[in-house]
């Protein structure tokens, strides 16, 4: 795991300058003022007003002039812009490999087209990620990260099973939805060693209730494995953002053209 400034107690001003510039090299006292050269203010990275309340939080003790004390940098958090991976998670005995990298079970008159691209409906079940923007996919900023569609419309059971690794280690947004014309509720389970904190054990998705928001603190370059099941003849999204454009829903005010997160983490 990568390392954090202490969050109490003794703490240098090598710890400081390793956390914010490099192990190596000088830096001024009067660059570390939040907003300067190294370490954030989060209001210049939440444009559209959707940050996590630890991401909106970042260096609160950190002042923006006047004198600064080491005491001020305990919990300190920088800026990263992540990435996505997609991992081959193999084949079990439950599913059938898809295009070499993802899983599912269950049929759909909405087929699974593995990675959309510029040439998949909007309609069709599948997965993008790091802004794969496309019209004919009908999203925007939705694919920050990682997007996952599973429209099972003519199943009367399905699922998913997906494996991604980050590049970076920090807080990120999830949100899940099950939508359609059916009753039946959908369930989540995000796990693995990728998961530092913030793991979905079996979490139930109401049918017609909007997004449910998880906070999650994943490690970098570890695998975290993301499980949906049930929510026949119903639709399954499920959205990964950073902690700096984290919405409640996904409407046209949201803009999360920036790929910024606030992070505890040096990476």
């Known amino acids: 795991m990568t390392t954090q400034l202490p969050s109490s107690g003794s703490i240098s001003f090598e710890q400081i300058r390793n956390f914010y510039k490099a192990s190596s090299g000088s830096v001024n006292l009067d660059e570390l003022h939040k907003g300067e050269s190294y370490v954030p203010n989060p ?3 939440n444009g559209s007003s959707y940050q996590t309340t630890l991401a909106s939080n970042a260096n609160s003790n950190v002042g ?5 004390a080491f005491d001020d940098f305990h919990g300190g958090m920088k800026l990263v812009a992540p990435t996505c ?3 081959n998670p ?3 005995t439950d599913y059938a490999t898809l295009n070499g990298d993802w899983t599912r079970t269950g049929s759909s008159q909405r087929p699974w087209v593995g990675q959309k691209n510029s040439g998949d409906l ?3 079940s599948g997965w993008a990620i790091n802004y794969t923007q496309n019209s004919s996919i009908g999203l925007t900023y939705d694919t920050q990260l990682f997007y996952l569609v599973n429209q099972a419309y003519e199943a009367g059971s399905s699922g998913t099973f997906s494996r991604i690794q980050m590049n970076k280690t920090g807080q990120y947004r999830v949100n899940a939805a099950v939508s359609g014309g059916n009753s ?7 796990s693995g060693a990728g998961v530092i904190s913030g793991a979905i ?5 109401n049918h017609g209730a909007g997004y449910y928001e998880f906070d999650i603190v994943f490690e970098a370059s570890k695998n975290i494995d993301i499980t949906t099941s049930g929510y026949g003849y119903n639709a399954f999204a499920l959205i990964i953002t950073t902690n700096c454009n984290a919405p409640a829903d996904y409407t046209s005010s949201y803009n999360g053209a920036n790929n910024y ?3 505890t983490y040096k990476n």
Not at 64 to 68: F, L, M, P, Q, Y
Not at 184 to 189: A, D, E, I, N, Q
Not at 201 to 205: A, L
């Open 201 to 205: 054990s079996s979490s139930q998705i």
């Open 184 to 190: 039946p509720h959908g369930v989540l389970t995000i």
């Open 85 to 87: 991976s997609a991992i």
């Open 90 to 92: 193999g084949s079990g």
């Open 64 to 68: 923006t002039s006047g004198a600064i």
């Open 122 to 124: 909007w309609y069709n």
């Open 43 to 45: 209001a210049s990275y």
């Open 261 to 263: 997160m606030l992070t």
